[in-house]
């Protein structure tokens, strides 16, 4: 079982230039995206500018394996039920194709890669309870109305369980059970 860290940093700040193996991996024209969100922009990769059609811009921290690069990609909202947010991409550093992986977060920070899984966070800072994990065989998943749905009932229990009766009933139900 390997474990692969990813780079040094948190989405808010970053290297803006890697350079892994051969390559020279850059961000270009870093912003943020929304109003204090994470910073995204281009992405260079020797030179050449990196592009998908679902991509407003890349972000880090990044990681790597292989000729693997693993990067959040921000995308603004495409419709009335999607939600403006990230993917995770892989980028093949010698073709510098892009391929999106599984569905879109609110936010995603990257922190480590086990095996196939890469785990990473939700949230603007690690929280055991907002470490998702997703295989990268994955295929893209495109947001729907249900998603959004399910995101605002979890969204909606977190909130509750965060609150001083949340913390209550869930003390109680893990004592004696539901």
Request: aromatic share 16%.
């Amino acid at each position: 079982m390997a474990i692969i860290k990813s780079e040094d940093g948190n989405p808010w700040d970053f290297a803006d230039k890697y350079i892994y193996q051969s390559h020279v991996i850059e961000f270009g024209v870093l912003h943020n995206f929304a109003k204090e969100g994470p910073l995204y922009g281009k992405l260079i990769i020797d030179g050449s500018i990196v592009s998908n059609a679902k991509c407003n811009g890349f972000g880090g921290p990044v990681l790597f394996k292989d000729e693997l690069l693993y990067v959040p990609l921000y995308q603004y909202a495409t419709s009335k039920f999607d939600i403006v947010g990230a993917y995770i991409a892989e980028v093949n550093l010698i073709t510098k194709s892009v391929r999106i992986i599984g569905t879109k977060y609110p936010m995603v920070y990257i922190d480590h890669m086990e095996d196939s899984l890469i785990y990473f966070y939700v949230y603007w800072c690690k929280q055991k309870d907002r470490l998702e994990s997703i295989d990268i065989h994955t295929k893209l998943h495109i947001f729907t109305s249900d998603d959004f749905n399910k995101m605002r009932r979890k969204y909606e229990l977190n909130q509750k369980k965060e609150s001083f009766f949340g913390k209550l009933l869930y003390r109680i139900i893990d004592k004696f059970g539901t």
